[in-house]
């Protein structure tokens, strides 16, 4: 018997020691610093969802179970809503009153000389993050004494958006394929389901877009509806909800109908009908996500309608059910003068003529998820009309799963841009989150980089960018230190040795990225289809301009760089003052932006003096040269790893390091020919030739 348990014992010594294939993600409650915590019991409803997961963690720790106990005991934890006397007995009723319907409190209060831990909120949703927060200050090592922290979430709806299709390949996701295991559903349900729903809600995010914005229009079929179900039911205890893509041609292509035309009265008692089905089978189904006239796909504009028929039609289909429609402005036009204008000219004109439960979903940027753009002109623009940020988490423009890239310093670039819209001060977050306008709704989309690899997201490190998405939708205004700090600590471990200087590595490395691939506002100079080297010289026949990197570089003896100024596209007029003013000005427009909105000649002098084209070789050069130093940074953590996430990493930071050379040796040379200068002679030589990079083809297919 005892070898028996000994036996056991050394296989789970083993397991754990081996098996670190990051499945566990940020919930790995084993690692916990736990010495320090005594609760002697706890007080609670055991049934609610709140109480079982910390229960779970709890024995994850090593810890027995706390028992149950009804009576007042010097250090109790208590998770409960105002429903348990005792709340209402320690709690005082305004420090409930303040919460949203899924906000919590967590207090430390000391009575008749003895001191409890309260988690309470008024409903069950928040006391499940009310539980997730004080099992993230455990794993994180912070102190449990004195708590008095009340947390509402920044925005209401927190989404990941997948790009999931129903043959289950992801558009744009470098982690295996989906995980909706479509062909298996309804019958048989997959673990992962669950383990994805407590991932999510750990990090507060309290909605999924099952199906990829491009959308078939069977999702909405009868037999894909069962299946939607059964997802539903997995994440329901989670609090995450369920949302699908919707195809606008979706009443003729599915339905049989003569058109999709929004004003057809046979159309609209199509949606109607499908919604009522759908509620019928999901209760508490959330919406819809459209994509339409856009990128080829249908939409109202087809019929002569404008995007708020579009939107206003399946608006009223959802209203009495309480969904919602998240209405994409990810629009652009072959005719257009410069893409990066589309989405202002389309929707402002169009503001005040939503139905109160629409939204417009709007990226970042006016263009499309580049390494850096300057925020969208659209947000702080429609005032009477909600709009929602767009991030893509899945790293489409930033060297897939391969590149280690912390995202968060990029989106917070975004929340933080002041929009002017109503004085100094308003802020993209203040715009979208309810503290300017007067809204109904407020959401922020993520697009997911999950696939059904083991460890969710191909790069271990692009874990933190899923963690730092649910962080910032809950909070926008965490900073992304702190943000990296916890991932770090929960993810690897609270040794300040790893700690320091792993989050140095993230915090920069966007920078980084941006400094190998498109440096001084320079963008969309990839490859033609997969988006993952570069390609400015890229050209092919026939092609949309707008698909080509010419269209954005303007590379020439003159100069390089979109002319966006008044004597330009004049999309800088897009913006309010004193930003259009200020990115009108050569002088004055941040250099990180300048090849954005000038066409500027290689021998302009910037700020510290020297030439544009100088500026260029250094940018590049310092990516590099940052990339070799996170390998260095990393393999000094060997001993603080576990081997085989170690050795997963290094080995992308090797990919990262050659393709950041790949990266500096392409733009470089390519762009010498126009500016017929001399590579600065302190940093390194191209070490490639241009003729060889330019015969490169990844057979990574896609469109433009
Ligand atoms: O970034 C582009 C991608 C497309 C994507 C599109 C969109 C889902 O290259 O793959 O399609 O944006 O956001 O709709």
């Given at each position: ?82 429903h ?63 708590l ?33 295991q479509w ?30 914005v ?7 079929s ?22 699908l ?86 629009v ?90 109503a ?27 999950i ?47 790893f ?11 966007h ?159 390519y ?20 003729e ?13």
């Open positions: 018997m005892k070898l028996k348990v000994f036996i056991l014992l050394l296989t789970t010594v083993f397991f754990r020691l081996t098996a670190e294939d990051g499945s566990r993600l940020w919930l790995r409650f084993t690692d916990a610093g736990t010495e320090t915590i005594r609760f002697s019991g706890l007080l609670a409803d055991n049934s609610k969802v709140a109480v079982t997961e910390f229960q779970r963690a709890w024995k994850e720790m090593g810890k027995a179970p706390l028992s149950l106990t009804g009576s007042m005991k010097n250090n109790l934890l208590i998770i409960a809503t105002p348990e006397r005792v709340i209402r007995r320690l709690i005082q009723s305004k420090d409930l009153a303040n919460l949203s319907d899924e906000g919590y409190i967590i207090k430390t209060i000391n009575n008749k000389n003895q001191t409890y831990t309260v988690v309470s909120a008024k409903n069950d949703a928040g006391l499940l993050y009310g539980v997730y927060h004080l099992l993230r200050l455990i794993q994180t090592n912070a102190s449990l004494s004195g008095n922290i009340s947390e509402n979430p920044s925005y209401e709806r927190r989404l990941l958006n997948h790009w999931d299709n129903l043959d289950r390949t992801v558009e744009r996701g470098y982690a295996g394929h989906s995980i909706w062909d298996e559903l309804p019958g048989k349900i997959s673990p992962r389901y669950k383990e994805y729903a407590r991932a999510n809600a750990f990090i507060g995010i309290n909605g999924t877009v099952l199906n990829n491009n959308a078939a229009p069977e999702i909405l009868r037999e894909y509806l069962e299946k939607v179900k059964v997802i539903a039911g997995e994440l329901r205890p989670f609090n995450v909800k369920v949302y893509s919707v195809n606008f041609a979706s009443p003729k292509e599915l339905g049989g109908l003569q058109n999709s035309d929004p004003l057809n009265a046979d159309v609209q008692r199509w949606w109607k009908q499908k919604v009522s089905e759908i509620y019928t089978l999901i209760p508490d189904f959330g919406g819809f996500l459209v994509k339409a006239n856009s990128e080829g796909l249908p939409g109202p504009m087809d019929y002569g309608r404008t995007h708020a028929d579009g939107a206003n039609m399946l608006a009223d289909a959802l209203k009495s059910y309480g969904g919602i429609v998240m209405w994409r402005a990810f652009y036009n072959p005719d257009g003068d410069d893409r990066a204008k589309q989405a202002y000219k389309e929707f402002k004109p169009l503001d005040g003529k939503f139905r109160d439960n629409v939204i417009i979903q709007l990226k970042n940027g006016p263009v499309d998820f580049q390494p850096r753009e300057p925020f969208s002109p659209l947000f702080g623009a429609m005032k009477q009309t909600p709009i929602m940020p767009e991030f893509q988490i899945t790293q489409e423009y930033l060297g897939f799963s391969n590149h280690l890239v912390f995202l968060s310093p990029m989106w917070k670039e975004c929340l933080d841009s002041d929009t002017y819209c004085g100094k001060g308003s802020t993209v977050a203040k715009t979208t989150d309810g503290r300017i306008f007067d809204q109904k709704i407020t959401a922020i989309a993520g697009v997911s980089n696939g059904e690899d083991i460890n969710w997201t191909g790069h271990h490190f692009a874990q933190a960018n899923w963690y730092a998405f649910g962080r910032l939708a809950w909070n926008n205004a965490l900073t992304s230190e702190q943000i990296a700090d916890e991932w770090i600590r929960m993810t690897f471990t609270k040794d300040q040795e700690v320091e200087p792993v989050k140095k590595m993230m915090l920069t490395s920078q980084t990225a941006v400094d190998y691939m498109m440096p001084l506002g320079l963008h969309h100079i990839f490859a033609w289809g997969h988006h993952y080297g570069p390609e400015p010289w890229c050209d092919v026949p026939g092609a949309r301009p707008d698909w080509l990197p010419k269209y954005y570089h303007n590379a020439s003896e003159n100069g390089i760089g979109f002319d966006r100024t008044t004597s330009g596209s004049d999309a800088v007029s897009q913006y309010n003052s004193p930003l259009r003013e200020e990115f009108n000005d050569i002088k004055t427009c941040p250099e990180e932006f300048l090849l954005w909105f000038h066409h500027v000649a290689w021998d302009y002098r910037m700020n510290n003096g020297k030439t544009l084209w100088n500026n260029m070789c250094y940018a590049y050069d310092s990516g590099v040269n940052k990339v070799r130093e996170y390998q260095k940074v990393w393999d000094r953590m060997e001993d603080y790893v576990d081997k085989e996430r170690f050795v997963h990493i290094q080995s992308r930071l090797r990919i990262q390091s050659r393709d950041a050379v790949w990266w500096k040796d392409a733009c470089l040379l762009f010498q020919q126009f500016s017929r200068e001399p590579i600065p002679y302190d940093i390194e030589r191209p070490v490639y030739d241009l060889d990079l330019m015969k490169i083809k990844l057979d990574l297919k896609h469109h433009n």
